[in-house]
């Protein structure tokens, strides 16, 4: 069964300290990875695609397909990345629906 | 493009009346997605069309919700009667399915809240 995993709910780090929200997949096939951010009370925006190897706001992921992962890092973290924090994959049986974690909110304090 | 838009933002009803949650998807996409979600079970697919045909509705949850894509720029998704545990926030999503890569990512308005008192 495809399903992700994000075995933190809450995260709380000081500014300036590394953090990591860890996210665990399930798929059978090639898996297709995203991080979503919803701030408070906003809608969930596109933070970034294992496609895209590419760095938003200073966070990174890398797909681990050995551990099934694709943990979201960043080695500073700013007050402003507070926020709810959502893995998810692409089913692959689907026209472009995406399976989401539970989230991880993640609050950094000053 | 203004993005998805969700109407109403915030809807207050009492039990057993019906609830009408509207979107309009980003011009030319062509999957729309409508997600429910709580503090409980974060986000759920409730139902996705494809070119305006649904395709999947499992994640419906009963026969009280219902949902219609008359055409490529509106959705609805109607509750009838409602209850007190359909209170949460409903996002849609709309993507473009089958073109470049880069285009096939999901793209979600700003949400519904509803409660029901």
């Known amino acids: 069964a495809q399903r992700v995993t994000q075995p933190e709910k809450l995260l709380s780090v000081f500014k300036g300290a590394p953090v990591e929200l860890k996210c665990n997949y399930s798929?059978?096939?090639?898996?297709?990875l995203f991080w979503y951010v919803q701030y408070s009370r906003q809608r969930l925006q596109l933070l970034l695609r294992?496609?895209s190897r590419e760095s938003i706001k200073g966070f990174t992921a890398d797909l681990n397909k050995g551990e099934t992962s694709f943990h979201l890092k960043k080695p500073f973290a700013q007050e402003e990345d507070s926020a709810m924090y959502y893995c998810?994959?692409?089913?692959?049986?689907?026209?472009?629906?995406?399976?989401f974690g539970k989230g991880t909110k993640l609050s950094v304090k000053p | 493009d203004a993005g998805v838009i969700q109407s109403p933002r915030h809807e207050v009803t009492e039990m057993g009346q019906e609830v009408t949650l509207r979107c309009k998807p980003i011009?030319?996409?062509?999957?729309l997605f409508w997600y429910r979600q709580t503090m409980m079970r974060g986000l759920e697919l409730l139902i996705y069309?494809?070119?305006?045909?649904?395709?999947?509705d499992s994640g419906m949850p009963e026969d009280r919700f219902s949902a219609k894509m008359p055409n490529a720029s509106f959705s609805t998704l109607k509750i009838q009667p409602s209850e007190p545990r359909d209170s949460a926030v409903y996002f849609c999503?709309?993507?473009?399915?089958?073109?470049?890569?880069?285009?096939?990512?999901?793209?979600f308005g700003a949400g519904s809240r509803l409660t029901v008192l």
């Open positions: 999503a709309s993507s473009l399915w089958g073109g470049r890569a880069g285009a096939n990512v999901l793209t």
């Open positions: 798929y059978s096939g090639s898996p297709e």
């Open positions: 294992h496609i």
């Open positions: 998810a994959l692409r089913d692959g049986g689907s026209q472009g629906n995406l399976i």
């Open positions: 011009s030319g996409h062509n999957s």
């Open positions: 069309f494809n070119n305006n045909v649904p395709i999947d």
